[in-house]
């Protein structure tokens, strides 16, 4: 639905675009035309009106190929999938635009396009569980951007790669994409060094899982190189992931710091996803340790912040962790907790959170 205020300008500028693609298309024209008739694309998608841009735009690629452009044809059919993803019950049209923007592409010599094309579709596999479909599509897409030397979109590549991979139980193979894709991303002419040391994180995680115990780089190397370059980010995310290394060999106070330290820093940045993974953390290793007025104390604090800066709706996996704890804990120990917790809040300086 168009607001009232901006339905006049823009019937005139719908107008206008139909009315420029005619006068180019009465030239002979045709790609102007299709370019022209894609702002009213642009401005049908705007308001969503999703239906009537998939319309036009199959329009524009009709135009396009009648001039025998694939390259502009490709873009028209690949914005067309973009538009039909989004509508429920369309994703057949939507892989089947994607399908032809891609081989479009490859007869445009447009690898890139082709690529995302290919990694559209494996993104449209996914979704429908056909998980064997999205790793071939995504193997094609690799050959094709190793083919046209798309170094950049390899990097990327391989990761996704690496995901799905992970999701099919192939950890060995996961695990030599990311290595391919740390190469990649450390011998580009301008690395990215924040995508680099992400990258390098996520390869040790899962050379931890590979090799059933903590092998590779060092978190502490990690978190240097983090910090050098000012990734505060990936710093927290090498601390949580040195933190639970550490709960799980048993250093349950170290781990227990660590986990702190990501919760201040959090805190500080209003990072809310990187909170509430630390105050997890922090509860782990306070339950290891026998504290458990501390975990019902970091877990309330966490439901009360998450609701307080995002919603109700942000405290209720948190308080369903609550919930479980009356199952796993007998009721002398809840109930011990509980007047502990009681205590250390009453105890605490006003204004302590």
Not at 9 to 25: D, G, I, K, M, T
Not at 159 to 181: C, H, I, K, P
Request: aromatic share 4%.
């Amino acid at each position: 639905m168009i607001p009232e205020t901006l339905d006049a300008e823009w019937q005139a500028r719908v107008r206008a675009a139909e009315a420029e693609s005619a006068r180019l298309a009465g030239e002979g024209d045709a790609v102007g035309a299709a370019l022209a008739l894609s702002e009213k694309a642009q401005l049908q998608a705007a308001v969503r009106a999703y239906d009537k841009a998939v319309h036009t735009l199959g329009e524009c690629a009709a135009l396009a190929q009648s001039a025998n452009a694939p390259g502009p044809r490709a873009e028209y059919l690949h914005a067309q999938g973009l538009l039909l993803a989004r509508v429920a019950g369309r994703e057949g049209e939507a892989a089947q635009a994607f399908k032809s923007s891609a081989a479009s592409a490859r007869v445009a010599d447009d690898a890139a396009l082709e690529v995302r094309g290919l990694q559209r579709l494996a993104e449209l596999d996914l979704n429908r569980g056909d998980m064997a479909g999205a790793v071939a599509r995504m193997d094609l897409a690799l050959t094709r951007a190793s083919e046209a030397g798309l170094d950049e979109t390899r990097v990327g590549l391989l990761r996704v790669r690496a995901v799905y991979l992970q999701t099919q139980g192939r950890l060995g193979a996961a695990l030599a994409d990311l290595e391919a894709a740390v190469a990649l991303s450390e011998a580009a002419p301008e690395p990215d060094e924040h995508l680099t040391l992400q990258l390098r994180l996520e390869r040790r995680v899962l050379g931890d899982l590979v090799a059933g115990g903590p092998k590779g780089e060092s978190f502490d190397a990690l978190g240097a190189a983090a910090e050098a370059v000012g990734a505060l980010d990936i710093a927290a995310d090498v601390r949580l992931q040195a933190g639970a290394e550490r709960v799980r060999a048993g250093a349950f106070t170290e781990g227990l710091a660590l986990g702190e330290q990501v919760r201040r820093l959090a805190l500080e940045t209003n990072d809310v996803y990187r909170y509430t993974l630390a105050c997890m953390l922090i509860a782990e290793a306070q339950e290891r340790l026998g504290d458990f007025a501390g975990v019902l104390g970091v877990l309330l604090g966490c439901k009360i912040t998450l609701e307080q800066q995002v919603g109700p709706e942000a405290g209720q996996a948190v308080k369903a962790i609550l919930q479980s704890l009356e199952k796993r804990w007998p009721a002398e120990t809840l109930q011990a907790a509980l007047a502990e917790h009681r205590r250390r809040v009453n105890a605490a300086p006003a204004g302590h959170a």
